[in-house]
């Protein structure tokens, strides 16, 4: 069974840190493009971060970048977002997501995963900034 398992979320005041995680189970968790992406209410889906198979490329959306770092441990299934300087519009529903490798490895790519025939999510976990 597939699953995608979110951790870390919360709330913070504006400036602040938080570190998510996510456990990776019932697939090949190596041979797919990995990130997160995050939806506001009233607002549309967006790829924050993503991380190819391999780790060596990752992409960030103009908006967490230099804020935000993607990393992975295949070893262990892992997949993590540190986000650094928070904003209050960086409060969201953020969601791991694992896409399969049919296009380049991307922020864009990444919220495809929402759908059955490019990948999966996980439950999300809420992120809330306060100014």
């Known amino acids: 069974q597939v699953q995608l398992v979110e951790s870390g979320g919360g709330s913070v005041q504006a400036g602040g840190s938080l570190r998510l995680s996510c456990r990776a189970s019932?697939?090949?968790?190596?041979?797919?493009?990995m990130g997160w992406f995050r939806q506001a209410p009233g607002k549309e889906r967006e790829g924050v971060a993503a991380?190819?198979?391999?780790?060596?490329?990752?992409s960030y959306a103009d908006s967490v970048k230099g804020r935000y770092s993607i990393s992975k441990d295949n070893a262990k299934n892992l997949l993590y977002l540190q986000m650094n300087s928070l904003k209050p519009e960086d409060t969201a529903m953020y969601y791991c997501?694992?896409?399969?490798?049919?296009?380049?490895?991307?922020?864009?790519?990444?919220?495809?995963?929402?759908?059955?025939?490019?990948?999966?999510r996980g439950q999300g976990t809420q992120v809330t900034v306060s100014s």
């Open positions: 997501a694992a896409a399969r490798s049919f296009a380049a490895c991307s922020v864009g790519y990444i919220v495809l995963a929402v759908t059955p025939e490019f990948g999966f």
């Open positions: 019932g697939f090949t968790y190596s041979n797919y493009c």
């Open positions: 991380i190819d198979r391999d780790g060596g490329t990752r």
